[in-house]
């Protein structure tokens, strides 16, 4: 994202929304505890077990009043507006049925409908604004947070432009429908800088007005307008024409090659809640559930541990995974002083209301062992003072087991290194287990943090990579890597596939001798190892701003360096200097001539 200020408001403690929630009406101040009471005639055996989501998830039913519902949307809203590096986590749980309510979503809040399909859930609106930074229309501040399986019906008297997702990275809409027009950016197109949608129905136009750079895949709308620099469209319905690059900024692909969706809670008419794990699928277009039912698999709740803020440590996970549970991180900050090891194939782990582990005592957060069908969704991996080898860690060593039948999926996942402490680490997100799928990731050594903190800077927040990957056959959608000191991403497997690509080079290098690659200046922020023969990339935009504050001659030689193999290929690259500066010499292997006063571009390589 484009830095344009570092504005941040403290707002209320929990407390003060757990007091406020209890004098709303409409459900207890503990709204996430759900037990099944029954009747003086029912036989008391028959109870359905409780299901205590902790104090952050408020579940609402159709049958409450709207009135109430909407005051504690409102609550949690007035918490989460600008609170970029506060504590606080929520997810708004709605059952099946209509709400006349409108969800603002702020930071850290995960909205979610809980039927089977999106359809099951209608809300009035829900909308992100950029109303909170600078001159009310800059969105490029907007992360961490998200919504999913819930429909929008949008009534003409709920406002007067159409739905607004004014987001950038970290914001997922997920299963949406959205019953009308869509918005990326503010009405006035203000500021806005990258975001992802997938598995999502617009009944009518899309635009993306100011959005710099955009992934969908596999949605379907009626037409769509809009881009700046870098939009990529896989798997998508009525896609916009490709055009010619980068005159026209967009990226087409047709089919989804593999793909997994996300995992999902859902809860049935009698009060049962399972997680639903969609089928894997091969060369799809548009959405898994419009038209049809969603193929997959119903884990029931039982199977699941549910942990919670304040309560679980690294050893009480670490024991419940080792039980077989699968898990459900509920919405918190986790101080891990130990490292949480998924080891069983085909666990599943469910972070909710972007669900924070922060790696205290220097260890990886979390190890992923080399086993199939591994599932992680929705967690903000967070460095602690004392720097880790890798934040999350897929697969130990690089093997040749091949998980093609069953892959690794990994969804919505976040790295923080800096911003709202002074973090550090070494890489922030390491596979080298093979064929991984990873859909959505925005991985960020922080250019900026909360005003009167020291938490950013060349030796503050010290990180060298963002993304390393040694297996085989790994996929990513929606990759975006910010700021590292040295490479964002380093590429050693074969077979590898990007699709979009958003990086931004580090604001703060001190001078050039400070960024040399042996004899050459910088780092390129995508580098494809020189023993790799099979890779392949579409849609990369990569962005420089500024470098260094005292000394403005700091160059970067290449932003992408790759093989020159057959089997090695991009599809439209592009460059751009943020603040005007020449920043970037080529665009890849000493190609695409510089950046000077203009984008430099190339449509294809080889």
Not at 172 to 180: A, D, E, F, L, Y
Not at 488 to 517: C, H, I, K, R
């Amino acid at each position: 994202m484009k830095c344009r200020s570092r504005q941040y408001l403290a707002l209320g403690a929990l407390s003060a929304l757990t007091l406020a929630l209890a004098a709303c009406g409409g459900g207890s101040s503990n709204p996430s505890t759900e037990t099944a009471a029954p009747s003086a005639a029912a036989d008391p055996s028959a109870a359905k077990p409780k299901v205590d989501f902790g104090p952050n998830v408020l579940i609402f039913d159709p049958g409450m009043d709207p009135a109430a519902i909407q005051t504690q949307v409102d609550i949690v809203y007035s918490q989460q507006h600008a609170n970029q590096f506060g504590p606080n986590r929520y997810a708004l749980m709605f059952k099946p049925g209509t709400y006349p309510v409108d969800v603002n979503v702020g930071f850290y809040t995960h909205v979610i409908g809980l039927g089977s399909s999106p359809d099951d859930v209608q809300v009035n609106d829900l909308h992100v604004e950029a109303d909170w930074l600078n001159a009310s229309q800059d969105a490029t501040q907007n992360f961490w947070r998200s919504a999913e399986n819930l429909s929008v019906q949008h009534p003409a008297n709920v406002s007067p432009y159409p739905v607004r997702w004014a987001v950038s990275q970290a914001a997922p809409m997920r299963r949406v429908h959205i019953k009308g027009d869509a918005f990326l950016s503010s009405p006035w197109c203000g500021w806005s800088s990258g975001g992802f949608m997938a598995d999502t129905l617009i009944d009518g136009q899309i635009n993306s007005c100011s959005q710099q750079q955009w992934f969908s895949r596999n949605d379907e709308w009626t037409s769509w307008v809009g881009g700046v620099w870098n939009m990529v469209f896989v798997g998508v319905q009525n896609a916009p024409a490709a055009g010619t690059w980068p005159t026209s900024p967009y990226t087409v692909v047709a089919q989804t090659p593999v793909m997994r969706e996300k995992p999902f809670l859902t809860i049935d008419g009698n009060g049962n809640y399972s997680v639903f794990v969609p089928a894997l699928n091969a060369n799809t277009t548009g959405t898994t559930w419009h038209g049809h039912a969603a193929a997959g698999t119903s884990l029931p709740i039982s199977q699941f541990y549910i942990a919670k803020e304040n309560v679980d440590t690294a050893k009480t996970i670490n024991a419940a995974l080792a039980k077989g549970l699968n898990l459900i991180f509920t919405p918190g900050v986790y101080h891990l002083t130990d490292t949480i090891r998924v080891t069983r194939a085909d666990t599943v782990v469910l972070g909710l209301g972007v669900a924070t582990l922060e790696a205290d005592t220097g260890l990886d957060a979390m190890d992923v062992a080399d086993v199939d069908g591994v599932k992680i969704s929705g967690l903000l991996f967070e460095a602690g003072t004392t720097s880790s080898p890798a934040l999350l860690k897929v697969g130990s060593s690089v093997t040749g087991v091949s998980h093609a039948a069953d892959p690794i999926c990994l969804y919505d996942i976040y790295a923080r290194i800096g911003g709202q402490i002074a973090g550090k680490a070494h890489t922030a997100v390491e596979i080298n287990a093979n064929n991984v799928i990873g859909d959505d990731f925005w991985l960020w050594r922080a250019d900026h943090g909360d005003i009167g903190l020291t938490t950013t800077g060349w030796t503050v927040n010290p990180a060298a990579n963002g993304l390393v990957v040694n297996g085989d056959n790994v996929t990513m959608y929606g990759l975006a890597v910010e700021h590292f000191e040295q490479f964002q991403t380093l590429w050693n497997g074969n077979g590898g596939s990007v699709y979009f690509y958003q990086s931004e080079e580090p604001y703060d290098v001190p001078n050039q001798a400070a960024w040399m690659n042996g004899t050459e200046n910088g780092y390129p922020s995508y580098k494809v190892a020189d023993t790799v023969t099979t890779h392949k990339a579409f849609g990369v935009g990569i962005y420089g701003f500024n470098f260094v504050t005292t000394d403005r001659t700091v160059s970067l030689a290449n932003a992408i360096e790759a093989p020159q193999q057959p089997g090695v290929s991009f599809t439209n690259l592009v460059t751009v200097a943020l603040d005007g500066n020449s920043l970037i010499s080529n665009v890849i292997n000493n190609t695409g001539g510089s950046n000077i006063g203009q984008n430099g571009a190339v449509a294809s390589y080889p």
